[in-house]
């Protein structure tokens, strides 16, 4: 039978001949494909992820999503793709069948625009790109505990990041004496951190900026958060204007503290313990065990572990000891 088209060859398969059927192809090739390479170790990046070694296998996947074939009953079979990194370009071998039939073979060219950015390994490695640094200190003016708790979530924080999104990574960790510096290499990273640290510790942040340089004619900064944490145990004692406190509750938002004077409880919101000059007059806290002897109508019956001294709390509890804070002859529930 001869093609209803042309006439003059053979059909294939159902009514028109090879060529004709050929012509009927309806492929959309793009002109260019984007790529990021990192110029020191040459990785790639496709899509959000870096690949190193041999990139041909993620390439082809890769076109294979933007080669499109219009024709419902036709199958694209991209058999070799070659790429050319010093030319920019890659090559695809395309190979469309009707059925079991070939009908149509072609080489494409794609352009590559390759855009040149160190990779997220090279940029740690080097330690040199960041823009910002989340600074961690505490109240105390000493690397407590609370320092490598921060720091420890913070590292967890940016590497469950770094897989959907490459800018995010730590390029270094400096201990200091007085706290923690971590440079980050996505400025939007040290503010969500911040705000994380600020909801679970009662902290302050200061933000500043620097200039770090020029790039296409537009000043470039680098952002400081510096972030201060209340570390002081409950029953610390600290003084502001010849006045003591006796600190009993820590919350994110406020803190609670005790005249001992007249054992009044006064709310501290962040702004009256960050922005005002206190000094620490005791650190560690006096929390002191108690063990519970009865409880029940709102109050316990506790004893003093060490003295066998008892009291008596306001206070209902069903543990079997207590931690509490001792003022001169005052047992303080902490708030
Ligand atoms: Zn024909
Ligand atoms: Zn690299």
Redesign the pocket.
């Known amino acids: 039978m001869l093609c209803i088209l042309c006439g003059k060859e053979e059909v294939t398969e159902g009514r028109l001949c090879k060529n004709c059927m050929a012509s009927t192809i309806d492929l959309s090739v793009p002109d260019f494909m984007e790529i990021t390479q990192?110029p020191?170790?040459a990785?790639v990046m496709i899509g959000k992820s870096w690949y190193r070694g041999d990139i041909v296998p993620r390439i082809t996947k890769s076109i294979g999503k933007i080669i499109v074939l219009n024709n419902p009953g036709f199958r694209l079979d991209i058999s070799w793709v070659g790429v050319d990194l010093d030319n920019a370009n890659l090559t695809a071998n395309l190979k469309i069948f009707n059925g079991g039939t070939l009908i149509k073979e072609e080489n494409v060219v794609i352009k590559l625009k390759i855009t040149k950015n160190?990779?997220p390994?090279?940029n740690r490695v080097s330690g040199s790109y960041y823009e910002s640094i989340l600074q961690v200190r505490t109240f105390s003016h000493e690397a407590t505990e609370v320092i490598g708790e921060v720091e420890q979530f913070a590292v967890k924080f940016i590497e469950s990041a770094e897989g959907s999104n490459p800018t995010s990574f730590i390029s270094k960790v400096v201990s200091q004496r007085e706290g923690v510096d971590i440079y980050l290499g996505k400025r939007s990273d040290a503010l969500k951190l911040s705000k994380i640290i600020m909801d679970m510790y009662f902290s302050n942040l200061k933000v500043s900026k620097s200039l770090a340089g020029m790039k296409e004619g537009s000043e470039i900064y680098r952002y400081t958060y510096s972030i201060r944490i209340f570390n002081l145990k409950l029953g610390s004692i600290i003084e502001s204007k010849s006045q003591k406190f006796v600190i009993i509750g820590i919350h994110p938002q406020t803190i609670y503290v005790l005249d001992p004077r007249d054992m009044k409880k006064r709310v501290l919101k962040r702004a009256d313990v960050f922005d005002q000059d206190w000094r620490i007059v005791d650190a560690l806290g006096n929390l002191k065990k108690f063990i519970v002897l009865s409880s029940g109508h709102g109050e316990s019956e506790i004893m003093d572990s060490v003295t066998f001294k008892t009291h008596t709390v306001k206070l209902e509890t069903e543990e079997k000891e207590l931690d509490l804070i001792q003022v001169d002859n005052n047992i303080i529930v902490p708030q």
Request: hydrophobic share 0%; glycine share 0%; aromatic share 0%.
């Open positions: 990192c020191k170790c990785s160190s990779c390994t090279c």
